[in-house]
């Protein structure tokens, strides 16, 4: 992750989840050592403190489906490493929220969060796209396939302005 990217999402995480913790870096994730089956988490930072923050933008609607799956992710990063785990959960504003916070018994230390953006998740994906390629980052294969997907995933009367701006950036990176 390049400087940019990675001060644009720590910003995000103290603005928006208010967490004021010095962020250190990004944790590779082969470090974590998550067991397999596991979710991997999104972008997983180490504060200085040594614990982590998971920051990823939910692209589906929140059930306790998907609650679960980032409580097992917290309890086994956890377990691995025996230091407090914060999961931070951006949701655009068509994504349906049918959980409610709740206190969760664990033996593992950790918090999740949830913020609701107003934006459309099509115009997040976007713009976070065209900022890497202006700023001249290199877009992972992550970063392709979303941008291949925004004319599925957007509403059908914003379809053929995705489209567009989808062969747009695709053009950039492969000619």
């Known amino acids: 992750m390049k400087t940019r990217e990675f001060n644009i999402k720590t910003r995000i995480i103290r603005e928006t989840f208010n967490d004021t913790r010095k962020i250190r870096c990004l944790v590779p994730k082969d470090s974590l050592m998550l067991d397999e089956g596991v979710h991997q988490g999104g972008d997983v930072f180490r504060t200085e403190d ?3 923050i998971d920051f990823e933008i939910q692209l589906k609607d929140f059930d306790e489906e998907e609650l679960a799956k980032y409580v097992e992710f917290a309890e086994n990063l956890y377990e691995k490493h025996q230091k407090k785990v914060s999961v931070y959960i951006l949701c655009p504003k068509n994504i349906d ?4 916070e709740c206190p969760l018994k664990s033996d593992a230390e950790f918090t999740i ?6 934006d459309e998740p099509c115009h997040l994906i976007l713009d976070f796209i065209k900022n890497k390629l202006k700023n001249n980052l290199v877009l992972d ?3 392709i396939k979303a941008v291949e997907m925004l004319p599925v995933m957007c509403s059908r009367k914003d379809r053929n302005y995705f489209r567009v701006e989808s062969l747009k950036i695709m053009n950039k990176i492969y000619y």
């Open 97 to 100: 929220v049918t959980v409610r």
């Open 141 to 143: 294969c992550e970063d």
């Open 113 to 118: 969060k949830l913020a609701c953006s107003q």
């Open 50 to 52: 040594g614990e982590f």
